[in-house]
């Protein structure tokens, strides 16, 4: 039964605004794992630190030489990797590779020296994953014509892939049960060898706070995770403010964040959505908007909150607002409401 529900959403614009936004660090020497840093910077800050350009991180390394340990080599920040998520180039439809369906060769995905983030198909079905810039041929989608899936022998990039198959076709071939996976993979040979789908990664894409990554400042030669691990995270070099790639679970101290905006002079209504567009320089504009979903899917679930957050933002991104962050706010202690049905008036 579908369901009709409210959606409270913050949405902060950092495209002009970053310098608007203030962001304090604060160093806690106590060493804990990632999951373990992350909730106590929440309970007790904003989060762990995100760095959106180089004067962050510049301040970052500032509060870093200032309050650390002599011993303390690194240190946590809000960068991570969740190697179970991917993404399908069609409709930029979330993939979970532990929940949904697939057709992995054994061993694989195995995200090998940290550079394979797209995925080919054999004549056999088996997906496996290598870096995007190898050339494969190609299975495009057509939404269109008779034959939905059409092979593409020419030997691309995956990008190159994607880019061909949307100017000529719809996309990439998503494989998303086993019907795709039976009329994709009748079309491959032996002689084929392997072909690009549309499943793709990139790796170390999100922040703690949900943001998108939008600058890194990696250490020559970093990432390179050699060992699959379903969570990757990033240290931060506390003398020069280089980052590294770790497991998660090794207890670091770490760095959290005080996040402040500043005052808004439309300041909208606390059970409304807040949206901030691309004001002058110096300002902060909000709008007040409230959204609603139709829907089969239980909305309370984290994973379909973020899914609707993650096709949100690549619809804004698409529209010209590149660089913001969304999040979603609670009412009354929950996120999504039910619509109330209105009587009728009488005639």
């Not at 394979?116 to 939404?143: I, K, L, R």
């Not at 990008?159 to 949307?166: D, G, H, N």
Request: aromatic share 10%; charged share 25%.
């Amino acid at each position: 039964m579908r369901k009709t529900l409210l959606l409270f959403l913050t949405l902060s614009g950092l495209s002009s605004l970053s310098s608007c936004i203030s962001r304090e660090y604060h160093y806690v020497r106590q060493k804990m794992p990632w999951t373990e840093a992350q909730s106590h910077c929440r309970e007790t800050f904003t989060d762990l630190a995100t760095i959106d350009n180089q004067e962050d991180n510049d301040r970052l390394l500032t509060a870093m030489q200032a309050q650390r340990a002599k011993s303390d080599k690194k240190a946590w920040i809000g960068l991570y990797d969740d190697m179970s998520r991917w993404q399908w180039s069609l409709g930029n439809e979330d993939y979970d590779n532990v929940t949904e369906f697939n057709y992995w060769q054994p061993g694989e995905p195995n995200f090998a020296a940290a550079k394979e983030n797209c995925t080919v198909m054999d004549a056999e079905g088996f997906w496996s994953d290598v870096p995007c810039d190898e050339e494969h041929g190609a299975v495009c989608y057509y939404d269109r014509g008779p034959a939905k899936y059409i092979l593409v022998t020419a030997k691309m990039t995956w990008q190159q892939a994607q880019s061909y198959c949307e100017a000529s076709y719809t996309d990439l071939a998503s494989v998303r049960n086993v019907t795709e996976h039976y009329n994709i993979s009748t079309l491959l040979s032996d002689e084929t060898d392997r072909a690009w789908i549309g499943l793709h990664r990139k790796p170390f894409a999100y922040w703690s706070d949900d943001s998108t990554s939008t600058f890194t400042d990696w250490e020559e030669k970093q990432p390179d995770n050699f060992i699959p691990d379903i969570l990757q995270c990033v240290l931060v070099d506390t003398t020069v403010a280089k980052w590294y790639d770790a497991r998660c679970d090794k207890p670091n101290p770490f760095i959290c964040e005080t996040v402040t905006f500043p005052p808004s002079t439309t300041e909208p209504p606390r059970t409304t959505a807040a949206a901030s567009g691309s004001p002058a320089a110096g300002s902060r504009h909000k709008t007040t908007f409230k959204l609603k979903i139709r829907s089969e899917a239980d909305m309370s679930d984290p994973a379909v909150q973020r899914q609707v957050l993650q096709q949100l933002h690549a619809k804004l991104e698409k529209h010209g607002l590149p660089d913001f962050k969304l999040r979603w706010v609670q009412t009354d202690g929950q996120t999504f409401h039910k619509e109330q049905k209105r009587e009728k008036q009488g005639g």
